[in-house]
């Protein structure tokens, strides 16, 4: 008797505790470098925020760092205003995301692009970025004439090389006699900065008989996408949808979604189902995906369309396993 | 005409491309230095007036307004260098220091509050960039044996400001050697004491180095951000302003020696990019760290190995006191 009593008592406190959890719902988002317009990362996490805002009602505070040392201040300033959830965005916050969560073990923490990190009250959100970067090798090398196609990478990291190894992987499923041409921009974080480079970069490829060149190198890209434009070759966008950049001239871009991350986040804590670890985003979740809007869509012929399909379809069932280069450092292709 | 030499060629072509912002800062911390102005602020100068193009080009949608908007903001970001250390003689490597963390932070700010794309401006168009000026008879002579190719890959299809680069280097040599302006501002590198007695004012010929300067270094970040790239993105300058500054050491404070450094400094760029990644005979794949590191390999081991030591101007870092 006594102890159902207790039993009873502590069902009370934990429903009187969800209530008041429920009552106290505070969701909070810290944008990284590059703020919540970047048409890119930020702006696809600011997407995922506002489809949320729209279906629940519920206003999510937001923060935009414009400089590194901002970013453990922003959260901590957050979490004293009263938030209960928090987002943080991309592994440039990961030692800030970490520092505030030990401090604060009440609240419920998230942070996108991460998954090394071990934090009972976070959950990271990983994307499976070789198998979209697989789909967009296979239209690389339909759409390719020259039977040579080149990746420029941002910095010698190995998530960059995940991307590459991804890449060449879906290339050479179209033919192995296609070649792959590699160029890693640098080993500094420059390397993301480094346009004038990435041009150059293009350009070397380019010489050598490229004619469709995928980029993983954030700002560096965008010189990429121009030099491939100018030259009158294709570029393969990556992260956001890049098609818009030089209309006509991207073949295609690999997507990350990460709005479906940051939906996902909030939705769940709403929801009281916020669970601790890694979460990773595949073909299979939508985490990852190829573009076709209106800027490429003359270029993506029904064939290539129907073969990306396929492999989209093969992966997602399992027939077709695409490599992670970070599970074992290397890269069979 | 054979594949190898073809690609030797696609390399020169890319070392005119890559060295022409390190000659316009050369020329611009050649201006400075001989006139006794340590210039470690290039690297500002280059970033800010390369915000400054995107900015203006995009919004004006003129490459013109753009190269006017750079030049305009490298000669201020020039004469608060020059206020801080020939008006007060400040020590001239902290102005410079502090010119560059100015632009650092200042352009980003600027660009989040104007276009909201973490610091970078929207990418331009057509109209708003320099675009490559095909020579004549470019494709007539593309056939022709061995000059053909040479005049129309190398030659031929750059953008204006990399043929403005070539003009600038003979043009501040004769300025420096034969004209009034140019003897004055040697001798002021190399004892203001003289100049001064001769009543010439220190001060401002020292200003008129920094502002020429200013204009040199404007024009090479338009091109960065106008010409040679398609948009400023944050730190685009990536250590070019400081790469000019070693240039120019090297070339020993002269203008056709700094050339010569500068397109050294292009041509191992061009060739690091082009070897990554390729196949050699007995090492294998090139490793990405020893390529990107070679040109800084081979810029101590000829600067300590070939050329001796450099002599800089004699008053170099010195502010002026006039004697009473």
């Known amino acids: 008797m006594k102890s159902a009593f207790r039993l009873l008592a502590a069902a009370a406190v934990s429903l009187a505790a969800a209530t008041v959890q429920a009552a106290d719902f505070k969701p909070a988002v810290v944008y990284d470098m590059g703020g919540k317009f970047d048409k890119s990362f930020n702006e696809g996490v600011y997407n995922g925020v506002k489809r949320f805002t729209e279906e629940t009602g519920i206003e999510v505070t937001e923060f935009e760092v414009t400089n590194e040392a901002q970013r453990q201040r922003a959260m901590e300033r957050l979490i004293q205003r009263g938030a209960t959830v928090l987002l943080g965005v991309g592994f440039g916050q990961a030692d800030a995301i970490t520092a505030v969560a030990e401090a604060n073990p009440d609240v419920q923490f998230g942070i996108i692009d991460v998954f090394w990190l071990d934090q009972p009250n976070l959950r990271q959100y990983s994307f499976k970025e070789h198998e979209g970067s697989y789909l967009v090798g296979v239209a690389a090398a339909m759409k390719s004439e020259s039977g040579t196609v080149g990746f420029v990478g941002g910095m010698d990291v190995p998530l960059i090389r995940k991307f590459a190894c991804g890449y060449v992987q879906g290339v050479k499923s179209v033919s192995a006699d296609i070649q792959v041409l590699q160029n890693m921009t640098g080993t500094t974080p420059s390397a993301w900065n480094d346009p004038v480079k990435g041009g150059e970069l293009a350009q070397s490829q380019i010489d050598r008989g490229a004619d469709v060149v995928y980029h993983a190198a954030g700002g560096t890209g965008i010189g990429v996408i121009q030099t491939t434009a100018d030259a009158g070759k294709l570029a393969i966008g990556v992260d956001a949808n890049q098609n818009y950049l030089a209309p006509g001239k991207v073949l295609t871009s690999m997507v990350k979604r990460v709005d479906v991350a940051a939906y996902q986040h909030f939705a769940d804590a709403h929801k009281g189902m916020f669970s601790a670890g890694v979460v990773q985003l595949g073909l299979a979740e939508g985490g990852v995906d190829w573009a076709v809007d209106e800027y490429n869509r003359d270029l993506v012929s029904g064939e290539i369309e129907a073969a990306v399909a396929a492999a989209k379809e093969a992966i997602i069932s399992g027939a077709i396993t695409v490599h992670n280069y970070e599970e074992d450092q290397s890269c069979p292709f | ?324």
């Not at chain 2, 753009?66 to 260098?81: D, N, P, Q, Y």
Request: proline fraction near 5%; glycine fraction near 10%.
């Open chain 2, 1 to 324: 005409m054979s594949e190898f030499a073809f690609q030797i060629l696609l390399t020169l072509d890319a070392t005119l491309r890559l060295a022409t912002p390190l000659i316009f800062c050369a020329l611009a911390g050649l201006f400075s230095e001989r006139s006794g102005i340590i210039d470690i602020s290039l690297e500002g100068k280059l970033l800010g007036s390369a915000f400054a193009a995107g900015a203006v080009a995009s919004v004006t949608g003129s490459v013109y307004m753009g190269l006017l908007a750079a030049v305009g903001v490298s000669i201020s970001m020039s004469l608060v260098h020059g206020f801080a250390c020939i008006t007060h003689r400040g020590n001239q490597i902290i102005s410079g220091l502090a010119v560059n963390i100015l632009a650092s932070g200042l352009t980003v700010t600027l660009g989040i509050a104007l276009f909201q794309r973490g610091g970078q401006t929207p990418t331009l168009g057509p109209n708003e960039r320099f675009q490559p000026i095909e020579l004549p008879f470019a494709d007539a002579l593309a056939q022709a044996p061995l000059l053909g190719p040479v005049y129309d890959e190398l030659v031929s299809g750059h953008k204006l400001l990399v043929y403005l680069a070539f003009i600038a280097v003979p043009l501040a040599a004769l300025v420096l050697t034969r004209t009034r302006f140019g003897l004055r501002l040697r001798a002021v590198g190399e004892s203001p004491e003289a100049v001064d007695s001769a009543g010439v004012s220190v001060p401002w010929l020292r200003y008129r180095a920094v502002i020429v300067a200013g204009i040199l270094c404007g024009i090479a970040g338009a091109y960065l951000s106008t010409a040679h790239g398609a948009g400023f993105i944050r730190e685009m300058s990536a250590g070019k302003g400081y790469i000019a500054l070693a240039a120019m050491i090297f070339g020993k404070w002269r203008p056709w020696s700094a050339l010569f450094a500068c397109l050294l400094f292009g041509f191992l760029e061009a060739a690091s990019s082009r070897l990554i990644g390729v196949e050699f005979p007995i090492i294998g794949e090139a490793p990405t760290n020893l390529m990107l590191v070679l040109p800084y390999i081979m810029t101590v081991v000829l600067l300590a190995g070939f050329f001796g030591r450099a002599e800089a101007p004699s008053a170099l870092g010195t502010p002026y006191v006039k004697e009473h």
